[in-house]
Nanobody, 126 residues
Framework: EVQLQASGGGLVQAGGSLRLSCVISGFTLDDYIIGWFRQATGKEREGVSCIASSADVTYYEESVKGRFTISSDIAKNTVYLQMNSLKPEDTAVYYC???????????????????WGKGTQVTVSS
């Protein structure tokens, strides 16, 4: 059974940092693109970042470039999202999700992922 478990959210002051973790089970990172998405209250879900571990290729949404870093630990089957210089507008529920590599990046950009994990709340106070 494919499962993704996100953790690491919390309350932090503006300018602070958090590291989110997404532990994957039931499949290996090499075969999937893992994405981080977020949804703030009253707003549409947006794709924040994703990684194709097998090719070490990453993508970042414009508003998080230079502040967030996505990485993976294949041995631990875990993807991380290091979030620095957090802003109040980063407040949202963050989700990790997976799409098979052979479907390409379209799944991420269309939010048409194969599997989704439960979210973790990130709150940034001003």
């Amino acid at each position: 059974e494919v499962q993704l478990q996100a953790s690491g959210g919390g309350l932090v002051q503006a300018g602070g940092s958090l590291r989110l973790s997404c532990v994957i089970s039931g499949f290996t990172l090499d075969d999937y693109i893992i994405g981080w998405f977020r949804q703030a209250t009253g707003k549409e879900r947006e794709g924040v970042s994703c990684i194709a571990s097998s090719a070490d290729v990453t993508y970042y949404e414009e508003s998080v470039k230079g502040r967030f870093t996505i990485s993976s630990d294949i041995a631990k089957n875990t993807v991380y999202l290091q979030m620095n210089s957090l802003k109040p507008e980063d407040t949202a529920v963050y989700y990790c999700a997976a799409v098979r590599l052979d479907r390409g990046w379209v799944g991420f950009f269309r939010h048409d992922m194969d599997s989704w994990g439960k979210g973790t709340q990130v709150t940034v106070s001003s």
